[in-house]
């Protein structure tokens, strides 16, 4: 239930925000979906297909080369057992090995002859054998240490696998020696007559080299791995050699001796291995694995193309798009463009051609409706001008009593005349103070003037507020000889020293900023106060008894009636945190 209603929460909030756009936005937002999704889905579902017939190529590919693979080597096997059968039926070997030289020492000689010069024979026609021994109980034929050997120096295992072979299989070991020099053992046992009589067992030394050749080339790129039945791995092209068993390989412990197949190797949720296994007759099997980014590469590059043409058609959609949405609302705008001149009170409208369509036919009546209205109060206007600048000269007249400053002077003497320079200097300074404020009834002052008059001010506030504030000013001194209304900062730094200071312990820092913006000045009196409140802050911009709302309705009507609704004063406060208050005004040399 409270998932249904937060979803539709959503949706509404989503429609609201929907609703309220231009209506250029609605248009070009729709128009981009309807452009952006079936382009989205194709290259995605481009992209998968090209990933599935990559890997399902590269499984045909590694099959046909793992075959190769299992081809060779199993005619390689085929030639040593050819080699071994050889030896198998060569009676006259049989006879020598079976022999008994207790009575004869010297005729076991006859035997080596004959013995070495079959198997060099036999080395030198095929020089990839290592070696070739014949193991044999018979202790009457002593061993030469290289052809001839006793069965007792054989590792019982593979006595044991090899009589199992019951001699018409050849069985392949894979000896415990260093990297280096591994080598591959091939034996055979040797019997006499009938399989219940073996005389001895045949080995065949062959380098791990040999079968490692024969998957050398497919080795780029991939790892091909050779493992006999138990996972012992024979021969492969890993560059690690210390892993000795498939088992050890992360990518292969699902993979039974059996397995004949391919299948995706992942890891966290991430395709990293592509797996092919084919099995030999002997019980060996042949394993590639392909690094899923290397099989990837060329699709990726495809892929990255594809995505830079999807997003060149999609910036190009956009453009046109939007050049589409802008020629079908261009027209509507223009119209709500000529009603916010009537909100704003101009009703001089530009009567330009719209076509004979409904929006043509509005554009019309706006126009003749605004001709109406502005003759029809024009006259109202003027008497509404001369009103405003009445009010302008009664709210001048307020804060500019004339008749103050005499009396400071009396007041300034009669300290100096009882030895109270505290008073003396706060009367100076608000001597001072009006000195500037009156400027002869002029209404307005260089920004200078309107400077040191804050200065002024602050002295005398500093007097009663000792230690309660600090003021910083950043001012742009280019600024200084530009002319301004006057009395415009100083109701602001009063609020800040009546409303913004927490109690008589916590002091504030008052920052009076003086900058250009454009054509515009912007006087910034900024505090680290108390803040004001939104309800409190909406009722000091409209005309109010209050002192603190009245100073800043004061100046801010006052700036507008000077110089316009495009100037006057914004304030911006937070609770805890402090008050902006930005004054702008028209940069001008011009006295009022």
């Known amino acids: 239930m409270n998932i249904a209603k937060s979803f539709y929460n959503s949706l509404r909030k989503v429609h609201f925000n929907f609703i309220n756009r231009r209506l250029r936005s609605k248009l070009f937002l729709v128009y981009l979906i309807v452009t952006i999704l079936p382009i989205s889905f194709l290259v995605l579902y481009s992209n998968q297909t090209t990933k599935k017939q990559i890997v399902d190529q590269a499984v045909t590919n590694v099959g046909s080369t793992i075959d190769q693979i299992n081809n060779n080597i199993e005619n390689k096997l085929e030639m040593y057992k050819q080699i071994s059968t050889l030896i198998y039926l060569d009676t006259e070997l049989r006879n020598y090995l079976i022999t008994s030289y207790e009575k004869n020492y010297v005729s076991y000689l006859d035997a080596y002859d004959y013995i070495n010069k079959t198997f060099y024979k036999m080395l030198a026609m095929n020089p990839n054998l290592k070696f070739i021994t014949l193991y044999t109980d018979n202790r009457s034929l002593p061993s030469d240490g290289y052809f001839i050997k006793h069965m007792d120096e054989l590792p019982g295992r593979l006595v044991t696998q090899t009589f199992e072979a019951e ?171 000529q009603i916010r001149k009537v909100e704003r009170g101009s009703f001089d409208l530009s009567n330009k051609p719209m076509g004979n369509d409904e929006v043509g036919q509005l554009s019309f009546a706006l126009y003749k409706m605004a001709s109406t209205i502005q003759g029809l109060i024009n006259d109202v206007y003027k008497k509404e001008v001369a009103k405003k600048d009445a009010e302008m000269n009664s709210l001048q007249a307020q804060i500019t009593p004339h008749f103050l400053y005499n009396t400071l002077a009396s007041i300034s003497a009669l300290a100096i005349k009882n030895n109270n320079m505290q008073v003396h200097e706060m009367a100076d300074e608000l001597a001072r103070f009006y000195r500037i404020s009156l400027n002869k009834g002029k209404k307005s002052i260089s920004i200078a003037q309107e400077i040191k008059l804050t200065q002024h001010y602050l002295s005398i506030q500093k007097t009663r507020f000792d230690g309660l504030f600090n003021v910083h000013y950043k001012l742009d001194e280019s600024l200084l000889n530009y002319i301004t209304l006057k009395l415009i900062v100083q109701p602001f730094i009063e609020n800040c020293i009546n409303h913004a200071i927490w109690d008589d312990e916590s002091g504030i820092n008052i920052v009076i900023k003086l900058c250009a913006d454009g054509d515009d000045i912007v006087f910034s009196i900024i505090d680290d106060g108390m803040g004001i409140s939104r309800p409190i802050l909406a009722r000091m911009t409209e005309q109010t008894e209050q002192p603190a709302g009245y100073g800043i309705y004061n100046v801010n009507q006052r700036i507008k009636l000077v110089y316009g609704d495009a100037y006057g004063v914004k304030v911006y406060s937070r609770i805890g945190i402090g008050t902006t208050v930005q004054i702008r005004i028209p940069r001008t040399i011009t006295y009022l």
């Open 167 to 337: 001699g018409n299989i050849t069985v392949f070991y894979l000896e415990d020696t260093d990297a280096k020099s591994r080598g591959i053992t091939l034996a055979r046992s040797l019997n006499y007559l009938s399989l219940n009589y073996p005389y001895g067992i045949l080995t065949m030394e062959v380098t791990e080299r040999e079968i490692y050749s024969l998957i050398e080339k497919e080795t780029k790129n991939k790892s091909v791995i050779v493992a006999d039945e138990d996972g012992g791995i024979i021969t492969s092209g890993m560059k690690d050699a210390s892993i000795r068993n498939i088992a050890d390989i992360r990518a292969l412990k699902g993979a039974s001796a059996t397995y004949n197949g391919s299948y995706l190797y992942s890891e966290n949720g991430q395709e990293k291995m592509l797996v092919i296994q084919k099995p030999l007759r002997n019980g060996w099997r042949t394993v590639v694995m392909v690094p899923y980014d290397e099989l990837l590469g060329q699709a990726g590059k495809a892929t990255r193309k594809m995505l830079f043409i999807s997003l060149g058609c999609i910036a190009a959609a956009m453009i046109m798009i939007y050049a589409t949405s802008q020629f079908m609302t261009k027209r509507f705008e223009w119209l709500l463009q």
